[in-house]
Nanobody
């Protein structure tokens, strides 16, 4: 079992920044990939960004150049630095981990971009 605990969401004005954090309860080296998904009201959950065990990353087109995913292996933590936030980034953000071929999810953290 993997437990994921997210933090860092909140209310920010357009153009602002937030950093999300996700701590995993298992050793980072045993996780195939970690990432962030988001779900806005009335929409399907979508991949925002993912970082693989070999440090390769991928991003949704809508966040390229604005969001950066990174990890601290020693702390079993993955981060999502979000800059130049837009109202359309408003959603619940979920941390995801793939461990032993299974998907695990955090409880979600709300990000609201509004003036």
């Amino acid at each position: 079992q993997v437990q994921l605990v997210e933090s860092g969401g909140g209310l920010v004005q357009p153009g602002g920044s937030l950093r999300l954090s996700c701590v995993a309860s298992v050793n980072r080296f045993s996780i195939s990939a970690m990432g962030w998904y988001r779900q806005a009201p009335g929409k399907q959950r979508e991949l925002v960004s993912q970082i693989m065990i070999g440090s390769a990353t991928n991003y949704a087109d809508s966040v390229k150049g604005r969001f950066t995913i990174s990890r601290d292996v020693a702390k079993n933590t993955v981060y999502l630095q979000m800059n130049s936030l837009r109202p359309e980034d408003t959603a619940v953000y979920y941390c995801n981990a793939i461990w032993m071929g299974l998907n695990y999810w955090g409880q979600g953290t709300q990000v609201t971009v509004s003036s």
